[in-house]
C-alpha cells in the first residue's frame, strides 16, 4: 500500500527566505506527483505537477523536483513572502487514468513578516 | 473554485439519518472524485467516477455510496450517518490523467 510522507508538519521562517519542503512516498511506481497548497477553509489549489519521466518542474517562484527511485519529492520554495502562508500537500497518482491520489497529511507553512 | 461547486458548505445532521452531498461541474471532465478530510488522516478517496453511472470504490468506502446519472452532477450518500463520518468532503474533477480541480468543500457534522 502506497505511503506518503510530509515532514515536518509544520514549518515557521522569516519573509525572504528560501525554504524546501518534503515528500516521501514508499511505492517507487507512481505515474506522476502533485504539489498543491490548501488555504484555512477552503480546497486546494494544484500548483505543480511531475510526471515519473520528469526530475522538476518550476512554476514562478516555485520549483518541484522528484527522484521516483528513492521515493522523495521537495517543494522549493524561493524569497518566501506572508502570502505564501498555507498547509502544502504533495499526493502520489498509481497510474494512468483515473487519478487517485494518495496524499500526505501536509506541512503546515507560516511566513512571518 | 471555477466549474465545480459543492452544495451545502455545511451541514449538522443526526446520527442514523440519511444524508446526500452534491458536487456540479461544468467543466465536463470524464473524472469526478470524493475525498474526506481528516486531522491525521489528511485527505483519503471515498469513491470515484469514470463517467455516466461508472463508479468504482477508493479507500474509504464503506458506509458511503455515490451515483452520477449526468456528467455534471456527482453525488455522494451517507445511507445512515455515524459520528464517524463528521469530516470535511471536497469532491474533485479531472479531464484524464493530468490535472486536479478541487472544489471548497462541504463541512459535515453528525451529532
Known amino acids: 500500500k502506497q505511503e506518503v510522507t510530509q515532514i515536518p508538519a509544520a514549518l515557521s521562517v522569516p519573509e525572504g527566505e528560501n525554504l524546501v519542503l518534503n515528500c516521501s512516498f514508499t511505492d517507487s511506481a507512481i505515474y506522476n506527483l502533485q504539489w498543491f497548497r490548501q488555504d484555512p477553509g477552503k480546497g486546494l489549489t494544484s500548483l505543480l505537477l511531475i510526471q515519473s519521466s520528469q526530475r522538476e518542474q518550476t512554476s514562478g517562484r516555485l520549483n518541484a523536483s522528484l527522484d521516483k527511485s528513492s521515493g522523495r519529492s521537495t517543494l522549493y520554495i524561493a524569497a518566501s513572502q506572508p502570502g505564501d502562508s498555507a498547509t502544502y500537500l504533495c499526493a502520489v497518482n498509481p497510474g494512468r487514468g483515473a487519478q487517485k491520489l494518495v496524499f500526505g497529511q501536509g506541512t503546515r507553512l507560516t511566513i512571518n513578516p | 473554485d471555477a466549474g465545480i461547486t459543492q452544495s451545502p458548505r455545511h451541514k449538522v445532521t443526526e446520527t442514523g439519518t440519511p444524508v446526500t452531498l452534491r458536487c456540479h461541474q461544468t467543466e465536463n471532465h470524464r473524472y469526478m472524485y470524493w475525498y474526506r478530510q481528516d486531522p491525521g488522516h489528511g485527505l483519503r478517496l471515498i469513491h470515484y467516477s469514470y463517467g455516466v453511472k461508472d463508479t468504482d470504490k477508493g479507500e474509504v468506502s464503506d458506509g458511503y455510496s455515490v451515483s452520477r446519472s449526468k456528467t455534471e452532477d456527482f453525488l455522494l450518500t451517507l445511507e445512515s450517518a455515524t459520528s464517524s463520518q463528521t469530516s470535511v468532503y471536497f469532491c474533485?474533477?479531472?479531464?484524464?490523467?493530468?490535472?486536479?480541480?478541487f472544489g471548497s468543500g462541504t463541512r459535515l457534522t453528525v451529532v
Open positions: 474533485a474533477i479531472s479531464p484524464d490523467s493530468y490535472g486536479y480541480t
